[in-house]
């Protein structure tokens, strides 16, 4: 009897050529070599169907006039026509009778003669009929031979092998089902429950993801499914859907990597609320290496778990990716010594590439396995030597520069200066080297109504560390807004060494470059979270008009996207105008791109410009710069000198004039004849 493990593998292959198959059949509908049409609006006969988007396949009018009915030469067709992609034919007679077609949507166009008479006598041969058979007298209809069975049959043949991150996670899934479930009866049972609660382990690093985006796309069970995140609400895949697709069902996911110990009250409010409120299936896929936490492990309907990537599953990979025997494949990997550990799905498309030998490919595993434990290895080291500084030092060094998590992005932690013990702020921001002198908002020119906030921000929070002023009783929230080069980072620099906290830097385009609507707005929760645990601190948005508006709903695309932002930021605001110890300061040089929610009370309300610097300010500037060297620079000042002509004069009436000669006494000053 065969293995259960087994029976799951060969399902999930089925599955995966199904896709591969209905993927071929589109694109031959988007040549013109076939048709597809909803089920409910044929009529006649129906030659192929698709179950799953209720479409018939009939045979379009490229395949009638291009195709031969010899499968040799067909399949060179399909081939070239398949290539070319998508396809637009336009008709017209040649100069010698025979019908032209020209492919106008490709991207190389071409022009081809389909002359009446060659095609169906290659028909006739195949058929092994005489010249004279009515069907293809003149080069009419064509012939039965080409049906919808015959094309379905060429185009198989030009099938593509198989994904092998795709077949990696199918192979993952069915291993951890088989280790888990004893039968066949006992998986069905867990899936046929209405809202199972079902953990998925597999250690293996973007089998998240990567397994969210297969069940999308529904090549792991019979149906798309619309994922939704229990804990974010956004997608596990990462993508962003304008648009619902017929036919999908709802699924809940919980990533691995999202359930630690700090969260456990929110990770059982959401699956409650999940669960019983909204009764829906629940997935947790989990790809981390240790044991989650018992409220998901022991709550779990049911838990499936394998150990990961094995030298047995590389084989069984190459197998069906490659077509190399998994005895074979075993016997190379003796030979090599390999181990698969620490090999990740991203790994596995590196290596597995279409003409590469098996021992290529083992080798190549090998090289990022190596890599993978090398910089694992580094990673640990300077996180051990990261501890010890820290221990040594208590904290990050006066002015200097920390990275923060990596899930917050390019986030920088910026350290205030600390004063210098004896030495007064005056004496410390008028030291003869510019490099020396400490940036603080009482030595900034130019800067009106936003250092006058600055100093009252200053006086606020003394009182606010001494218990005799609340929070909200204080004005934290400014947008700056002015010319590119006016100094509004400087500023936010300057007032990080006034208030004596922490500041931290982002941008709105940092917070864009994951791409995918669920990424993007996990960094920027990630970044107010690193704001709130290093608080009182300072937090920089810089480029904050980059988000737009909702009053542009129509002007561009994908318009939820950009809504869904400006939400989120709306509720952090909020969140941290609740909360105590988060200064938000955003800067942008054009004010009116930026919603009106986000400059009403309780969020950016304080809004200065900042303009071009005039004389008085440049004077400021420069005397903050120079310093001591201010009356040394303008004594080494030249002299103002009188104006010289350079050049000569321009020329008048298209003719250049001469300059006059100096006057002299022994000069004729006589009139000149020209």
Request: with cysteine.
């Amino acid at each position: 009897m065969e293995a259960l493990n087994d029976r799951i593998t060969r399902y999930l292959m089925k599955r995966l050529r199904r896709h591969a198959v209905m993927t071929a059949y589109e694109r031959a509908a988007g040549a013109g070599l076939l048709n597809a049409q909803l089920a409910g609006h044929v009529m006649g006969q129906m030659t192929g169907g698709d179950e799953q988007h209720g479409r018939v396949w009939r045979v379009g009018e490229r395949a009638r006039h291009e195709l031969t009915g010899v499968p040799v030469l067909d399949r060179a067709i399909v081939e070239r026509i398949m290539r070319k992609g998508r396809a637009s034919l336009v008709t017209r007679a040649g100069h010698d009778g025979s019908e032209r077609f020209r492919d106008v949507d490709a991207k190389d166009r071409f022009d081809f003669d389909l002359p009446t008479e060659p095609v169906p006598a290659a028909r006739q041969r195949a058929r092994g009929k005489n010249a004279r058979d009515p069907d293809t007298a003149g080069g009419a209809n064509p012939t039965p031979d080409i049906g919808f069975a015959y094309i379905a049959g060429l185009l198989r043949d030009e099938l593509p092998p198989p994904n092998p991150v795709h077949v990696a996670v199918c192979l993952l899934v069915s291993r951890a089902v088989a280790a888990s479930a004893s039968t066949s009866a006992a998986w069905r049972a867990a899936l046929a429950m209405p809202a199972p609660f079902v953990l998925l382990k597999a250690p293996v690093e973007r089998f998240e993801i990567c397994l969210a985006m297969m069940l999308e796309d529904g090549l792991i069970v019979p149906f798309r499914a619309a994922l939704e995140d229990v804990l974010y609400g956004n997608p596990l895949s990462g993508r962003y859907r304008q648009h619902t697709v017929p036919g999908e069902r709802r699924l809940k996911t919980l990533s691995g990597r999202a359930v630690t110990p700090e969260n456990e009250k929110l990770l059982r409010r959401k699956l409650r609320y999940a669960l019983t409120n909204e009764p829906a299936p629940v997935l947790l896929i989990d790809e981390t290496v240790p044991a989650l936490t018992p409220v998901v492990t022991d709550t779990a309907d049911h838990v499936f778990e394998c150990a990961g990537l094995d030298c047995a599953m590389i084989a069984e990979l190459l197998h069906l990716c490659v077509g190399v025997a998994p005895k074979d494949s075993l016997r190379l990997m003796d030979d090599m010594a390999f181990d698969p550990e620490g090999l990740s799905l991203d790994d596995i498309a590196l290596a597995v590439r279409p003409g590469r030998s098996a021992r290529d490919t083992l080798s190549v595993l090998a090289m990022l396995a190596e890599q993978s434990a090398l910089n694992e290895g580094n990673e640990d080291e300077q996180a051990v030597s990261r501890d010890n500084s820290h221990r040594k030092s208590g904290s990050t060094g006066g002015g200097e520069k920390a990275k923060a998590p990596p899930e917050t992005g390019d986030l920088e932690l910026i350290q205030p200066v600390p004063e210098a013990g004896g030495q007064d702020m005056k004496a410390a921001t008028q030291t003869a080297r510019s490099t020396d002198r400490i940036l603080r908002v009482e030595t900034l020119c130019g800067y009106g109504a936003a250092r006058e906030w600055a100093l009252d921000l200053k006086a606020d929070l003394s009182l606010w560390r001494t218990g005799d002023l609340g929070w909200d009783q204080m004005s934290t929230r400014l947008l700056l807004s002015g010319p590119p080069g006016t100094g509004k980072t400087t500023f936010a620099r300057a007032l990080c060494n006034t208030l004596h906290v922490p500041l931290l830097v982002t941008s709105v385009a940092h917070w864009l470059e994951p791409g995918y609507l669920g990424d993007v707005l996990k960094r920027m929760s990630a970044v107010f979270t690193v704001a709130e645990k290093n608080a009182p601190a300072i937090l920089f948005i810089d480029e904050i008009d980059n988000i737009g508006g909702r009053q542009t709903e129509g002007t561009r695309s994908y318009d939820d996207y950009w809504t869904s932002m400006i939400n989120r930021l709306l509720e952090l605001l909020d969140g941290t105008a609740k909360s105590q110890g988060v200064i938000v300061v955003g800067a942008t040089n054009l004010a009116d791109r930026i919603d009106p929610a986000l400059l009403r009370s309780g969020r950016l309300e304080t809004h200065v410009r900042i303009p071009l610097p005039d004389l008085e300010t440049l004077i400021g500037i420069f005397a903050h710069h120079l310093g001591a060297d201010l009356e040394a620079v303008l004594a080494s000042a030249p002299a103002a000198a009188g104006k010289s002509r350079l050049r000569p004069p321009p020329a008048r009436n298209g003719r250049p004039l001469r300059r006059k000669p100096p006057v002299t006494p022994d000069t004729d000053q006589g009139p000149r004849h020209d």
